[in-house]
């Protein structure tokens, strides 16, 4: 290994080195990837929270380990934690991972080069924590982790391949997640919740159903935090939550309707036009009041260089936990009216006065969560043009 000019980086409170790279890429000898620093800051909030929860010591798999920078800094920044263990398939990445082990003097933390679904499979049972952090799609590792994750336990799953589950190729994802995808304004919405309505299906056959925690999409990708839970009653009722988005590429309306097999409208009810349909897909809750906030407050007692990034993300995903599923996109509204988009608050501040909720969200410095319905939002974006 000593081919290669090594690059020195500090994230947290931990030093790692990996073989330095020209561009970021899955050809890299070892992969690091400094825009997902992110990321990982907020996995360091996520597992913390989920160990104080559950208030007992956690053994954490991070599944791709590449340099190792997961599994170390779980168990150098995180509170309570066991056991961690870092898999990769690659020898040069295990090279990397052991070094960076030894330079930040740690224990209990061991090297594994397996395939990652073999890996889980032989580890059956052992995790509180599995980090699914792959190259691209999670899809084909998510039936191990379904069958090997223990009740009560924290899936971290990553997903870098958003043009599939955005819907800008149709095919992929319909390969991938067995769901339709639409590439409508919210998209990366019905991305997450693809990927979650995927991970309810697969974990089912196994009794086990989810809770979301929380999930973003950011950059090139969308991350999903996951408790898994088990039980045959509940794992039933939950998939309840399993259904499809209709939406009217025509007035921009669009419906959520439960159920995998109950019959859907075909026909846009506000201007007759043909619905288009995106799913299965997950219709519940895709953030927890209760557990941003809880992450909100352990950025206090943690050292993130993203901090500013993550509060104000972290914050945003804690308001729109209420709101309904989709949101609007002013200006593809106005772009359909021909007209001119009035100011943003605005536009929040009148759907408030006439009684409608007003939520900002993540996913788009310009959409909307609101219970109004297409022709209320048309109608106040009319008014304040003064038409
Ligand atoms: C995206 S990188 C992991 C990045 C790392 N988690 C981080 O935060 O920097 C994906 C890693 O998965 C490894 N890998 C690819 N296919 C694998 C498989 N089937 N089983 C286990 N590891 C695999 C690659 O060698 C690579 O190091």
């Known amino acids: ?23 970021v890429s899955s050809q890299a000898p070892v992969f690091y990837n400094p825009h997902m620093e992110l990321n990982r800051d907020l996995s360091i909030l996520a597992i913390q929270v989920f160990q104080k929860q559950e208030n007992r010591e956690i053994n954490i ?13 779980y168990k150098n920044e995180i509170e309570g934690v066991g056991e961690v263990s870092i898999n990769d398939i690659s020898e040069t990445a295990n090279h990397y991972e052991r070094h960076n082990i030894e330079l930040n003097n740690l224990k ?25 952090d792959p190259f691209g799609t999670p899809s084909p590792f998510l039936d191990s982790a379904g069958y090997c994750a223990r009740r009560n336990s924290l899936l971290c799953v990553t997903a870098t391949d958003t043009s599939a589950l955005c819907g800008t190729y149709e ?37 086990k159903y989810i809770e979301v925690k929380m999930s973003h999409s950011t ?28 939406h009217c590429k025509n007035c921009l309306h669009r419906q959520t309707s439960n159920g995998l097999a109950s019959p859907i409208d075909d026909v846009c009810p ?17 953030q927890d009041k209760e557990f941003i906030q809880k992450m909100i407050d352990e950025s206090a007692n943690k050292k993130i260089n993203t901090e500013k990034e993550a509060l104000k993300l972290l914050n945003k995903c804690l308001i729109e936990s209420d709101a309904p599923a989709t949101f609007f996109d002013v200006h593809s509204i ?22 409608f909720e007003a939520i900002k969200t993540h996913f788009n410095p310009i959409g909307i969560k609101t219970d109004a319905d297409i022709e209320n939002i048309k109608n106040i974006l009319m008014k304040l043009n003064d038409i």
């Open 219 to 246: 950059e090139h990708y969308m991350r999903l935090y996951l408790e898994i839970k088990k039980g045959s009653k509940k794992t039933d009722e939950s998939l309840k939550n399993i259904g499809y988005i209709s």
């Open 270 to 286: 506000v201007c007759g036009e043909k619905l288009v349909h995106a799913g299965p897909l997950w219709l519940g809750s895709i």
């Open 61 to 73: 798999c991070d599944l791709f380990g590449g340099s190792g920078i997961r599994g170390v800094r």
């Open 171 to 207: 095919e992929p994802c319909i390969r991938k997640y067995n769901s339709k995808p639409y590439k409508s304004e919210y998209c990366h919405e019905n991305g997450i919740r693809i990927l979650a309505g995927f991970v309810a299906l697969t974990l089912s056959k196994y009794a």
């Open 1 to 23: 290994m000593e081919k290669y000019k090594i690059k020195s980086i500090t994230e947290g409170l931990t030093k790692i080195e990996f073989p330095e790279f020209e561009k």
């Open 334 to 355: 106005c772009k359909s009216l021909k007209i001119s988009a009035p100011k943003f608050d605005l536009i929040l501040d009148e759907l408030e006065n006439q009684g």
């Open 108 to 132: 209990d933390i061991e090297v594994y080069q397996h395939d990652a679904s073999m890996f889980l499979r032989m580890k059956r049972g052992e995790f509180d924590v599995i980090d699914i």
